[in-house]
């Protein structure tokens, strides 16, 4: 028996190391179809930057919602337990639970009392009236809850190009493979050719190396895009928020060679540029707040009290209610160096948002060009494909006759396939940059 179990613990850990093993590679090697639309959907609901923009608008909105207390009353409870011999508080104490008879008032004992207790039941009413300061922190406070609202906008239009950016990578990815492929094929042809007639003493020997060394130069590259499609399918995960491991399938890019609008201009509807003059809009209510902290404030309170000589005894009541005006005429010149920095910083806001405006019109024209560039090389690589495959055509032929070696057909293979990848890269730049445009010209849509 002794021996029977070491094997079975064996034969348990062998089929468990199995299990998880297929489970590892299903889940690595598992494929599915994603379309544009679906991986937008799932980022801007998935996405952790998302989430974080959302969280700090949570945030915001929490803040000002603490500014509701420059209209609603505080109200605070307390009980206090006190004892002492102090003459003062101790005939206090008696006042307060109205207790005071005519023995009190004997000297010996007015000053030296014995330990007076006191138990203290308090409501006190705080009820803000007048306070300007106050309402313009609360409108400050309500700017600054929009700002982190466009701040999430902008997010979710960063977040979506990024997206349309590894989705297109992803295509250019398989396109790259699929070229790749295809040189492959033909290289392959070749070799078996330049074999067949080596072995008839047709060619020489190098002409046979020449074909293998290409063939692992390529099958070295194909696995890179093999690589490739895995890299920008996780990237894709990432930012669903989905477990790595999953290798997407995509549509084929579009090819658009329209020309655009080269005079197109920024939108001051941008969210970015929204988040910031509200930014700016903040400030100027932070410096009307410190402003008016000069004009005087009008508040209400009022309390009410038990005092008793017992615990949990509520003998004697009474009442405490007024209104206070205060003014704060002097603080040594901090609320005026104050208003100073903060129209600074505020004058400092308004040319960040010149400047981002500047440099974002800068980045618009750089991409307008590039693009056009972009479709420009389009049309280029569709000709230069074209008579590509054409001397590859006549190349193949001229070296089954004997006519050409085996180098200027590889090199012509591969000039071909070198021009395929040129136009997808092409149409890869020509979509990332019309995203990019897209993204730089965008409006706020609540």
Do not use: C
Request: hydrophobic share 40%.
């Amino acid at each position: 028996m002794s021996r029977i179990r070491p094997f079975r613990f064996l034969l348990y850990f062998t089929v468990t190391l199995l299990i998880i093993s297929y489970q590892g590679a299903s889940a690595q090697d598992s494929t599915r179809f994603l379309s544009l639309q679906d991986a937008i959907a799932n980022s801007l609901l998935n996405n952790q930057a998302v989430q974080l923009a959302q969280q700090d608008e949570k945030i915001a909105n929490a803040k000002y919602l603490q500014t509701q207390a420059i209209y609603l009353p505080q109200v605070g409870f307390s009980y206090t337990a006190l004892s002492t011999n102090n003459p003062l508080n101790a005939f206090g104490f008696k006042l307060q639970q109205k207790s005071i008879t005519m023995s009190d008032f004997n000297p010996d004992l007015l000053n030296h009392p014995n330990g007076t207790p006191d138990f203290t039941t308090k409501l006190e009413v705080m009820q803000p009236i007048v306070n300007i300061d106050l309402w313009y922190q609360k409108k400050a406070a309500a700017s600054q809850k929009e700002i982190y609202q466009f701040q999430t906008a902008r997010t979710k239009e960063y977040i979506q190009f990024e997206v349309q950016k590894a989705y297109l990578q992803l295509a250019f990815a398989y396109n790259a493979r699929k070229v790749l492929e295809e040189a492959n094929k033909t290289t392959t042809a070749v070799s078996k050719f330049a074999k067949d007639h080596f072995e008839q003493g047709l060619i020489q020997k190098s002409d046979v190396l020449n074909a293998e060394v290409h063939i692992k130069i390529v099958e070295s590259t194909l696995a890179k895009a093999n690589s490739n499609i895995k890299n920008a399918s996780d990237y894709l995960s990432f930012l669903m928020h989905l477990p790595a491991g999953v290798i997407y399938t995509v549509n084929e890019p579009s090819i658009n060679t329209t020309a655009t609008n080269n005079a197109i201009k920024l939108t001051d509807a941008r969210s970015d540029f929204l988040a910031m003059q509200k930014a700016i809009e903040a400030s100027d209510f932070t410096i009307s707040s410190s402003k008016k902290s000069y004009l005087p404030r009008l508040n209400a309170f009022g309390s009410y009290q038990l005092n008793d000589s017992r615990m949990l005894g509520f003998g004697a009541n009474a009442y405490l209610a007024g209104f206070q005006l205060s003014w704060d005429i002097f603080s040594g010149n901090k609320t005026k160096n104050t208003i100073t920095t903060q129209t600074l910083e505020r004058n400092k806001l308004k040319d960040q948002l010149t400047m981002q405006k500047d440099q974002g019109q800068v980045e618009l024209n750089k991409a307008l060009r590039e693009l056009n560039d972009a479709n420009f090389d389009i049309t280029q690589q569709d000709k230069a494909i074209e008579q590509a495959t054409e001397a590859l055509r006549i190349l193949q032929n001229r070296y089954e006759q004997g006519l050409a070696n085996i180098t200027d057909l590889l090199m012509a293979s591969t000039q071909l396939s070198q021009q395929q990848l040129s136009k997808a890269q092409a149409i890869l730049t020509s979509n990332i940059t019309r995203a990019y445009i897209q993204f730089l010209t965008s409006t706020f849509n609540k």
